[in-house]
């Protein structure tokens, strides 16, 4: 499943409502270890189907990165259910992202 880029506008729809769990990866064009992450979460997204990973754009949802108290990026943040269960700042590596996504 491939990485899919959302909004503020159908966040509710594509992550607190999904029957999947999912990774949000809080991002910025500009940021150089959010590019770093773009391979890395397109290979999980390619051989997991039983998580969706998605990025909202924090320059443009500011409303939902402030929501989430995103105050630095790359913020990961995994939700289950409709919750945030776990959250990551920083650029991670693959295994480490894996891990939460248990």
């Known amino acids: 499943m491939a990485v899919e880029h959302i909004s503020e506008k159908d966040f509710a729809e594509k992550v607190l409502n999904s029957e999947k769990p999912v990774l949000v ?7 150089g270890p959010c590019r770093q992450m773009s391979p890395i979460l397109d290979q999980i997204a390619g ?3 039983d998580v969706k990973i998605v990025k909202v754009d924090v320059d443009e949802n500011q409303n939902l990165a402030a929501e989430f108290g995103v105050m630095s990026i790359p913020t990961l943040i995994y939700f289950k259910g ?11 590596s693959k295994s480490s992202l894996e891990m939460m996504l248990v």
Do not use: I, P
Not at 25 to 31: E, S
């Open 25 to 31: 990866d809080f991002f910025a064009t500009w940021c």
């Open 47 to 49: 051989e997991r189907s």
């Open 82 to 92: 409709g919750k945030a269960v776990s959250q990551a700042v920083g650029a991670r």
